[in-house]
C-alpha cells in the first residue's frame, strides 16, 4: 500500500517557476515508477513525465520537454517536478501516480496509486 500527496501548487505568473513535490508514505519506494500527469478544466488527464525507481530513467511529453524536470529522492520518498518557462496552457491539476516495476509508462492505466492532486494556476 502507498499513498501519495502532492504539494506546491500555486498561482505563478507566466514564464515563471513552480516546483512540485510528491511525497510518499508506505514501503518499497524504491522499487516504484513514479509519473506526475495533469488535468485541465474540461479536458483529459494527460501525461506529463515520470522516473524510473533509480532515477536514471525518465520520459516527457513533448509538451513539457525543455521546461520540466523530473527528479526523485528515495531517501526521502519524494519526486519532484520542477517547472520552468509556465504557460497558461499549463494550468491544471497535477497528480503523482505510482507504479512497480521497471517500466516507466505514459498510460495512466498502468499506474496504481494516485495522489489527489496540486492546483497549478498561470496568469497571463
Known amino acids: 500500500q502507498m499513498q501519495l500527496v502532492e504539494s506546491g501548487g500555486r498561482l505563478v505568473q507566466a514564464g515563471g517557476s513552480l516546483r512540485l513535490s510528491c511525497a510518499a508514505t508506505?514501503?518499497?519506494?524504491?522499487?516504484?515508477?513514479i509519473a506526475w500527469f495533469r488535468q485541465a478544466p474540461g479536458k483529459e488527464r494527460e501525461f506529463v513525465a515520470a522516473?524510473?525507481?533509480?532515477?536514471?530513467?525518465?520520459t516527457y511529453a513533448d509538451l513539457v520537454k525543455g521546461r520540466f524536470t523530473i527528479s526523485r529522492d528515495n531517501s526521502e520518498k519524494t519526486v519532484y517536478l520542477q517547472m520552468n518557462g509556465l504557460k497558461s496552457e499549463d494550468r491544471a491539476v497535477y497528480s503523482c501516480?505510482?507504479?512497480?516495476?521497471?517500466?516507466?509508462?505514459?498510460?495512466?492505466?498502468?499506474?496504481?496509486?494516485w495522489g489527489q492532486g496540486t492546483q497549478v494556476n498561470v496568469s497571463s
Open positions: 501516480a505510482a507504479a512497480f516495476g521497471g517500466s516507466v509508462p505514459v498510460s495512466g492505466d498502468s499506474y496504481l496509486y
Open positions: 508506505g514501503r518499497a519506494f524504491d522499487t516504484y515508477t
Open positions: 522516473i524510473g525507481w533509480s532515477g536514471r530513467i525518465t
